[in-house]
């Protein structure tokens, strides 16, 4: 049958010629599902399965077309729950030519499992296999969860197997989800096994062009095409991994923002020419991902004069101007105060500023000017001069 209620204890067929031949254990709310792409003797099994199901993987898939047409085992990583059933398909007898089709970062550790298989590395092959009637498209999804991951897309059925991707953790023994109550299933699957939502979100960006009309997890449910978009949406959101950590973790959670803020800074110089505009972006970063209230701009005093063309307006607060006709300043301070150029406005020092404790310990002149009575920016402009 196609779509609807399945019998799992036989093989059932998704989509013309794509079979679901895995095996449902009783009471294991992690199932691993296995498929196959019917193609005569060049068929191919995409995530063979764990060593508990071959028995019933090898069962269905010759109800079908028979284990020795196996010509193709695509193994999206290495894990046991993919490659467990590799020993007992091949005493079994696949296909003469069988080959695992995967990346190089899997294979490295799959010729560990001591599988005679050869195999057929994906990144050599244009992340292409042509079939008979078919082409099978790989798309790489790095750390999702290993780094050699990949999806395989079928183009004919617009069948993703996903692997672990969206996969879940469920008591349901129902091989097709039917609601989007399946995301809570994928949320704690994705929040324990994928690294970030970062490299999560770079996972789902390479499968954007597909046009797909069911995903086939490794784990979890048969995502119908009505529920794949809106579960993409959640799924981009979701905390995991790290992120996860980070909620329980102050020093961490600094630190992710750290990180992201450095790339928006990086982006911000990238895409802005305008100073003060960037000046206004890193001081929203900051705010929004440091929680940072605001930043100070320096200027040596040779290029002092560069502050009017930046700024609309310079204020220096009175007790700055005191600080700086200060006998201790450096002369070229000083003289530079004696004499303040036109663009130059000193305000009253406004009531002491009694803001977050981050202020504490600093000199007067550099509370930030939040009372002042004009039009501030978000930058708080407090700048000193340094040696000339
Ligand atoms: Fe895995
Ligand atoms: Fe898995």
Redesign the pocket.
């Given at each position: 049958m196609v779509g609807g209620v399945a019998d799992t204890c036989e093989a059932v067929e998704l989509a013309p010629r794509v079979w679901w031949v895995g095996s449902m254990l009783p009471a294991d709310r992690f199932q691993c599902h296995v498929y196959l792409v019917e193609q005569g003797d060049q068929s191919v099994l995409i995530d063979p399965g764990s060593a508990l199901i071959a028995d019933v993987v090898i069962r269905k898939v010759d109800s079908i077309v028979g284990v020795d047409h196996v010509r193709w085992l695509v193994c999206s990583?290495q894990?046991p729950?993919?490659i467990g059933a590799l020993p007992a398909l091949h005493d079994r007898g696949l296909h003469p030519d069988a080959k695992i089709v995967t990346h190089w970062r899997d294979e490295a550790l799959i010729v560990h499992s001591g599988t005679a298989l050869p195999f057929w590395r994906i990144e050599e092959h244009n992340w292409r296999l042509p079939l008979k009637d078919r082409t099978l498209q790989f798309r790489f999804t790095p750390y999702v969860?290993?780094a050699g991951a990949f999806c395989t897309f079928d183009e004919v059925s617009g069948t993703l197997f996903s692997s672990?991707l969206f996969g879940g953790f469920s008591a349901d023994l129902s091989l097709y989800a039917s609601s989007m109550a399946y995301f809570e299933s994928m949320r704690a699957f994705h929040e324990h096994y994928m690294p970030s939502r970062e490299i999560l979100a770079h996972a789902l960006d390479q499968l954007r062009d597909l046009p797909m009309r069911r995903i086939a997890p490794q784990h979890g449910q048969i995502i119908p095409e009505e529920l794949i978009a809106p579960l993409i949406g959640q799924l981009q959101q979701l905390e995991c991994g790290i992120y996860l950590l980070a909620r329980d973790d102050p020093g961490l959670a600094f630190l992710l923002g750290a990180n992201r803020t450095m790339r928006d800074v990086v982006e911000t110089l990238v895409r802005e020419t305008e100073f003060s505009v960037v000046a206004r972006h890193l001081a929203d970063l900051a705010a929004q991902n440091l929680r940072v209230s605001s930043l100070e701009l320096w200027a040596r005093i040779g290029n002092i004069d560069l502050l009017p063309v930046l700024f609309d307006k310079v204020i220096l607060p009175s007790v700055v101007q005191v600080e700086l006709t200060d006998p201790g300043a450096p002369p070229t301070v000083q003289t530079w105060i004696a004499d303040p150029p036109t663009w130059l406005q000193v305000h009253e020092t406004p009531s002491r500023y009694s803001g977050p404790a981050f202020t504490d310990g600093l000199d007067e002149g550099r509370q930030p000017p939040s009372p002042w009575p004009f039009r501030s920016t978000p930058i708080c402009c407090s700048w000193t001069i340094g040696r000339a």
């Open positions: 990583h894990d729950d993919i969860h290993f672990d």
